[in-house]
Structures are given as structure tokens and as C-alpha cells.
DNA sequence: GCGATCCTGAGCAGAATGCGCAGTGCATGT
DNA sequence: ACATGCACTGCGCATTCTGCTCAGGATCGC
């Protein structure tokens, strides 16, 4: 879908300042508040705004810890019904099928190194995982950062 | 922070409805309309509830192909120096320090699989990255959600 | 030229917000 | 037992925003 600068800046406005409300950004911006309306209810009608919600940050209620997870997975049960066991464990944030010498790449979150041992054993225990390679995040630069991209694809 | 079952419900009824109102929210939960105001507040301001924003989905606007990258760096630079100069592209979406073989773990996204080479190019121009090792992801199966994970926390 | 599409400026009723305030229930510490 | 602090409650008020509509004007492709 195509995106222009307008959009961007929209997304921008919002982004920095949730508490923008669709009236101010119009006056910001200098265009009728239904331009405003229409170009997000399109942008949220297609799919170029996914989610716009509160993301609950697991550092800040007791889970700091967060690592990658390669999985080798039972190929009997197949992915969708392995993806969906761990799906059932709250710690697994992110699943993904990926290319390459495992099947799955998951992200979870734990209360500490320890505590991510458990959570690696209980995806173990759910006999869908055959094998699994961890890799643990010492820092986070920074993550979820689309914007940039967007704005990229609206001056194009 | 300690979490209780009337944030978490909160924060689901938000998450679930996006144009939920604060009056709404109150009328549903049956509690005051100050002691949501009071919750969202406190809950923002010590970070539980992170962003609360439009995220643009590269996906919905042309950038389909997601891979995430094992970097080794040219150690005389430092993590924050490469970070930062992967910051400036803006098809990499994420980038943590990690442990493992590595030392950088970046998520970029792409137009295409021979796109994706493009990025990884411009990357490794940087002269920030000396290595590569790219894993493409295939299918994701689920991705931010948090959720389940703060009703764990608030159900403890 | 002509139609389709988008933007504009305006208006209006309804709803939500920000703010303040006094009262209440509950746990804590003394 | 009592005082203190804290969170929740229910209420009201002025202000602001939203959802919706509509007619007119600009732009673009054909």
C-alpha cells in the first residue's frame, strides 16, 4: 500500500505524543481534522497500523530477562500445533517458523537466569521440542523501531 | 512493580477494544472512573505499560520479509558505536547485545529475499560489522504478545 | 472535457476528559 | 483501641474531542 509523507507525519505525531488527539494533530499539521480521520482509519483499515495498544513491558513487572530460543521441534506434530503449545506458556513472547538448522525461533521472558532455566524446561516438557539453543540479550538498543522505515517508504 | 488482576483487566479490555474509553472501561470492570485513571497513570508512569502507540506494520507496506541477523563486530568500535550506526538504517527494526558466539542480534526487515541482501549489505558497509549470519523468518506465528504474561504476574 | 478521488471548512449532538472534593473502607503502625 | 495513610467512590462542572454529515473546490487520469 502506498504511503506518503502526510501519513508519516501523522504516525510520527501520535508516536511521539500518545496523548495527541486528532483535532490537535490536524491544527499541527495544518489540514482539515477529517483528512486526519480518514487517513488513520484507512492506515488501521489495511493493515499499515497493526496494533494501538498499551504493550506491557515485562521488565517492568518482574521479567527482565529476555532470550532468543532456537528450537528443534517433534516434525510428528507438525508447527502450528508445537507453535500453539508454547503458546500456552506466558513467558513465550514471540514464535517464528525461520530457515536454517532449527525449526523455530521463540523469545521469552523469565525473572532471571535461573528462572529462564525453568521456562526452558517447561517447553521442553511439552514433548513438541526436541532439541533447544538459547541465546540470552545482554542489552537492548532498541526494539519495535518502525517509524523509521515507514517515513523511508513514504518518501519513495 | 506488583500487578493485580484489576490492571491486567484493564489492560486487556485496551488491548482488546482499542477505542475503549476510560468511562467505558469503568462501566465494565464496575469500579470508578478516577480508579482507572489512577491505574493507566501509574501504569504508565513507571513503565509496565511501555508504548501505547500506532505500531506500523513493515509488512502491510511493502517490506514482507523479516530475518534476523547474528552480527560480529569490529570490536574497536564498540556495541553503542555499531548500534548506533545500525540505527541509521532503517530496515533494522531491533538490535540487542547477546551472549553466545555473537555479539549483536538485529531484526531487519526487507522488500524481498534479494532485498534482504541489499540490507545486509548496507550493513556490513558500515565497516561496524565484520561478520553476518542471517536466519529468515518463514511464518510467525504470534509476536508482542505480553499480555498472558502480565496476567500471569498479577495473578501471583 | 469529465468522472473519480481526495481535501476542505463548517456545523451539531453526544460523549469523554481533566479536575476537584468530601466521604468511606481498609490495612498499618503505635 | 486509636490515629494515620492510602486507595476507591460517587458526584459535578467546564472544556474538549469525537463521530457524522454535507457542499464546494482542487487534482489527476483518461
Redesign the interface.
Known amino acids: 500500500?502506498r504511503?506518503d509523507e502526510l501519513d508519516a507525519k501523522i504516525?510520527r505525531l501520535?508516536?511521539e505524543e500518545?496523548r495527541m488527539s486528532v483535532l490537535e494533530a490536524s491544527r499541527l499539521l495544518k489540514v482539515a481534522r477529517a483528512t486526519v480521520q480518514a487517513r488513520?482509519d484507512r492506515?488501521?483499515g489495511?493493515?499499515?497500523?497493526?496494533?494501538?495498544?498499551?504493550?506491557?513491558?515485562?521488565?517492568?513487572?518482574?521479567?527482565p530477562v529476555?532470550a532468543?530460543c532456537f528450537l528443534t521441534i517433534n516434525q510428528d506434530l507438525g508447527?502450528?500445533a508445537v507453535?500453539k503449545a508454547?503458546?500456552d506458556i506466558?513467558?513465550?513472547?514471540?514464535?517464528?517458523?525461520?530457515?536454517?538448522d532449527?525449526d523455530l525461533?521463540a523469545?521469552v521472558?523469565a525473572r532471571s537466569n535461573s528462572d529462564l532455566q525453568r521456562v526452558l524446561d517447561i517447553m521442553m516438557a511439552t514433548r513438541a521440542v526436541v532439541r533447544s539453543s538459547t541465546?540470552?540479550?545482554?542489552?537492548?538498543?532498541?526494539?519495535?523501531?518502525?517509524?523509521?522505515?515507514?517515513?523511508?517508504?513514504a518518501r519513495t
Open positions: 500500500m504511503i504516525v501520535f508516536t500518545q488513520l492506515m488501521t489495511n493493515g499499515v497500523i497493526g496494533r494501538w495498544v498499551p504493550q506491557p513491558e515485562p521488565r517492568a513487572f518482574g521479567f529476555v532468543f508447527h502450528d507453535s508454547l503458546g506466558p513467558e513465550v513472547i514471540e514464535v517464528h517458523t525461520v530457515s536454517g532449527s525461533l523469545r521472558a541465546v540470552i540479550v545482554l542489552n537492548t538498543h532498541f526494539e519495535g523501531r518502525t517509524l523509521p522505515l515507514l517515513e523511508a517508504a
